[in-house]
């Protein structure tokens, strides 16, 4: 994986490849090509920029943003808060599921997949692209939030009218890269069990979103 080859769709690419070649960006490579090599890492290695893949720069209109990828065995998959089909629901991702049934009546899916979602312009992001086995938090520190950062000011800088769901106090602090003038902010506690009640149910992020994406003429989500 040479800094310059990362699997990337070409609008991202092309918006940022000023990255690539930033010391940090290199340096970080290096270290994530040294731990697949020696540790199990999720998610695997061809998935670490899937996100990227499925919701291209041109098309994302809503940004969800994560912490870290799922560190047990089978979840991760490349898009913040989803799994693969046929795994079972993480809390964070079931708390999702309940409270977007309760905002617009979708009934609980089948699969905890959110490909559906990225394919539709949700760019589904997590702070840290990458993570040991059983070992939350791992990978922070080591370059990743410096990227993805970077991706967050790209979006709020060069597009507009794009809704970022910040979710707990993590994503939170992400506010300060994003002018709220020329985007929708919608901000609310996590939706993990220890604080989905203190303030993610009953916060209508999924139906405020479609209000907004249709009232600034775009394609509502089919949630």
């Known amino acids: 994986m040479h800094p310059m080859n990362v699997r990337i769709e070409p609008s991202w690419k092309e918006m940022l490849t000023g990255e690539f070649t ?7 490579i290096n270290y994530i090509r040294n731990a697949y090599s020696h540790f199990t890492i999720y998610p695997s290695a061809q998935n670490i920029f899937r996100a990227f893949e499925l919701s291209s720069f041109t098309k994302t209109k809503v940004v969800i943003l994560g912490q870290d990828p799922y560190h047990g065995a089978g979840q991760a998959d490349g898009l913040a808060f989803s799994v693969p089909t046929g795994v079972a629901f993480p809390p964070s991702l079931h708390n999702i599921f309940i409270e977007l049934r309760s905002d617009i009546g979708t009934p609980l899916p089948a699969s ?40 967050i000011k790209t979006i709020a800088q060069h597009k507009t009218n ?9 994503a939170r602090k992400k506010e300060v890269l994003i002018d709220n003038q020329k985007h929708l ?33 775009q394609t509502a989500i089919q949630w």
């Open 22 to 28: 930033q010391p940090y960006f290199i340096k970080l």
């Open 112 to 151: 905890g997949s959110l490909d559906r979602w990225a394919k539709q312009g949700v760019l589904l992001l997590n702070a840290t692209l990458t993570v040991s086995a059983c070992q939350a938090g791992s990978h922070q520190k080591q370059g990743w939030e410096v990227f993805t950062d970077a991706v």
């Open 162 to 170: 794009v809704v970022f769901m910040l979710w707990g106090n993590f």
């Open 185 to 217: 902010i919608l901000q609310s506690a996590h939706p993990s069990p220890l604080a989905a009640h203190k303030g993610f149910f009953g916060k209508n992020h999924f139906s405020k979103a479609n209000a907004y994406l249709q009232a600034t003429e």
